[in-house]
């Protein structure tokens, strides 16, 4: 008998890989916070002494979900300003409050308050590119979560640089500074074509070579976007990029909402990866990305949720199946993007693209035990004819009922081990007061104030 | 001070008729089941005394939601098949599943298990189409849900009738024994253009007015309706049934995929009503109805999440979302659909479509107390800048905490006053035992067991 430290006894094990096929009754041993076997329960007791048994008898096990596109500091915005045209929202509302409220105490409870719902939903890692980079990954460290961090390049002031070569100098810090801890890594973020020079697009190169990291970049989310690129500089955005030696497997498109089929053939050369939005896409009407076609095409395809302003949650299994039918209606084709292939997609896809494969995306041993029970026991999801089935299309991801991360045992039966929500829920009251006055609701609050008043003496 | 039955003191109030406005720290009077009056908290406590007393210091109050096109006792087939063409999935796996199951027992297990799903999303109101609407009815009103119950008309044979003599038959059977519940409303449904000859459209036309009830009738849901339709009779389903007369106020076009701008003006002209299946109209790649066009017209729209078979849940706030989102991609506009619209279209215009809009759809005086309640106090749900955006872009139907029909209190904190979850699932399993043949995914369960033996030996 081989001592470990937890045996979790399901009723399905989904490993995603090496097969993405639905095991019955097995058991995934975990040691020292890595998974060190996947094997029918009747073997697991025969050969393994557990410290701690968890019986999981009407649920899935599966890897922890990947958001691979997360922006988690605008939790503070959720809902702030809705329907209304992007440079409305950008301008009049969202660029304003960041202006007046972004700082390091902001961030850090922003970032908790999306730490908390993704935990809560069962992601387990997210790729996050915003302001303060720094106190996210300490926040992250806090909560036990897996991030990968963005150092912002752009060329619009904020609190945390003033120009281009301020962002460099604060990403060189932050990177020099990293402090090792094995649930964080790092990327550069080039915001977007239209916020980022030829010149600081060569340097964001130099430093992903130079420190051995992803670049993370939204890429072609509006049509505006390339309208005004070719204007600017002559050639659609993603060509220039391209010219300018970006594009390899370190590099993530996210959105490419507007794609020509070359443009896909690109990305398959160069073996670049793609990060879909969908819910992000629809809200704000940038468009709808020829999901089919790239996956057709060989692409590595990660989903994310892009961050709360704009979603309005980070409902990672939402997105996933938003992503499963939204490519079925584009393509005319209901066999597309199937359960089996998004849940890879918002899995193993995810790891791919962050280059994290060879630790996280799927129950295989040696990899970290970064996995997630989701309880089908419910009247919501039954009867259960194949839980992948559930999974992809009709989960309610209050459903996740256990979260572990590198072997800790973070969410308990749906509850957090210690994360304090009360407590979090008075710091976002706290900033949102703040808020308040950039919100598109602001004014018609108040008049409605006035006319429930004018109803009802 | 008046006696009343019920004081709701809410938050939020969001009465959504006579204005769709938030009313803060506002009160519902309920007495005999009627809303008796919507005033300030502090007008409410000096003006009535009430039997209970119910306070929801977190939560916003509004009507319940109706779910405008549902196939309740498909519930059974949740998750069967998917990932399949139109034709597959149904000729090789529902078709086959309900000719050998639905009956009048598996009829009433399935309905019963949609309606505790509907109850538990602040559902209060169904359109249904399925066989056996008597035993519908019945559950109906014994788990105290408001339906409009339809009697299907079509020339594919069931248990439930073998042709359309039988079908027509059976609705003049079911609309004669009426059991005069004032929770029971009637339709009449002919399936759809293509499974319903032009004599038989005809006396749903005669059927519909002899019982002023409403006519509900999927049109235009794929692109092959309309090919086949203009082969068999040379014109445009659409224009076969306009032709035949049956368009008016008290016609519900289920699906419309695909509508030339023409027909859009029909359907105003004829002030026929629209019923919008985003979820299902994606999963199964019919199509993108053209909503912004159709509201535009000033055309009477309402959301309905068809059955569990190609939802596959029957969760409206996510169908209300998707409707918004779809629509601002579709036509381009991230302006269109607004929460405000969406929130109105998910209840009182279902209720106008169903021709219950005197008594359901919103929260005003004389109306039915069919209220639910919303609570935002999760950190899912914070910061709350405003009640309608969470409502529509980031609510989880969990978060309905209670539920009131015609003043009863079925949902209470989250918990059925009466309903037997347990139970229920225990015989929606012994249905599903029946129904595993059918699945798609039975096959591939079988060669897993053979693959994980296979690895594990």
Partial sequence: MKQVDILLMARWVLPIAPQNIVLEDHAVAILDGRIIDVLPQSKATAQYEAAKLVELKEHVVM?????????????????????????????????????????????????RLAIAEMLRGGVTCFNDNYFFPDVTARVAIEEGIRASLGCVV??????????EAG???????????????????????????YTVSDDSLKKVKALSDEFNIPIHMHMHETQFEIDSGIEQYGK??????????????RFMHVHVTQLTDQEIQIIADTGSHVVHCPESNLKLASGFAPIAKIVDKGINVAIGTDGAASNNDLDMFGELRLASLLAKAVSGNPTTLSATKVLEMATINGAKALGIDHE????????????????????????????????????????VSDVWIAGKH?????????????????????????AQPFSSSASKMKSNEETSMAQTN
């Fill in 63 to 111: 890897p922890g979900l990947i958001n691979a596109h997360a922006h988690t500091p605008m939790n503070l915005f959720r809902g702030l300003a809705d329907d209304l045209e992007l440079m409305d929202w950008l301008n009049n509302h969202i660029w304003p409050a960041e202006k007046a409220l972004i700082n390091e105490k902001s961030v850090e409870v922003g970032s």
């Fill in 360 to 399: 996280v995306g799927s129950l295989e041993k040696g990899k970290a035990a970064d996995i997630i029970a989701i309880d089908l026991s419910s009247y919501l999801t039954q009867p259960v004819y194949n839980p992948i089935s559930h999974l992809a299309y009709c989960v309610n991801r209050l459903q």
């Fill in 154 to 163: 752009m060329s619009v002031p904020t609190e945390w640089a003033s120009d």
């Fill in 236 to 249: 659609r955005p993603f060509q220039r990029v391209y010219d300018l030696g970006l594009y390899s497997p």
């Fill in 167 to 193: 962002y460099f100098a604060k990403a060189r810090q932050t990177l020099e500074n990293q402090s090792g801890n094995p649930l964080i890594n790092w990327t550069v973020c080039p915001h977007a074509p």
């Fill in 410 to 434: 973070l969410l308990v039966q749906g509850r957090f081990a210690h994360l304090d929500t009360q407590r979090l829920r008075e710091q976002a009251h706290y900033w949102a007061e703040k």
